[in-house]
């Protein structure tokens, strides 16, 4: 009864719907090998599966979008500190899905929802590719927020 009372937040886009066949999993991460594959096809170098393996299970939590064939074609995974901030990581849909973009509105949608109701009031930060930055966007992410910026160095073995 109470629901019927309630007010949407304004400023949150409508919740997007997973198309037809595709399905999200936080119960079973991929294989190290599996992930390398997805990061690998969508511009990432390749990482050493012994250290991506390290990163799932350092992992916080992470999403799995799987196409109606059952593969894996799209990710995010999610560290925090328990406390103040959370990351958002490997952020990707495969270029090759034909709904690139409702891919990653319906990742971004589910991992914030999430942080929201796990870690309510830490800051998000994510790392994720120029083809994710609409999804961003439209969730209420800026670019370098008041002249804010982040740099990163990744370390050749």
Do not use: K
Not at 58 to 87: I, K, Y
């Amino acid at each position: 009864m109470l629901d019927s009372l309630l007010i949407p937040f304004r400023g949150q886009p409508q919740p997007p719907q997973l198309p037809l066949g595709y399905s999200l999993d936080s119960a079973f991460p991929p294989s190290a090998e599996e992930l390398n594959a997805l990061l690998v096809a969508c511009g990432d170098p390749p990482r050493p599966p012994q250290r991506l393996q390290r990163a799932l299970e350092a992992s916080a939590w992470q999403l799995s979008l799987r196409g109606p064939e059952g593969h894996l074609v799209g990710f995010v995974r999610a560290t925090s500190d328990q406390a103040l901030n959370a990351n958002l990581w490997d952020l990707t849909v495969h270029p090759a899905e034909h709904q690139v973009e409702p891919l990653l509105q319906v990742l971004v949608h589910t991992a914030l929802g999430r942080l929201r109701r796990e870690l309510p009031g830490c800051s998000i930060s994510v790392a994720a590719p120029q083809a994710a930055l609409a999804a961003l966007q439209q969730h209420g992410f800026v670019v370098d927020p008041g002249g804010i910026r982040a740099m990163g160095l990744r370390l050749n073995p």
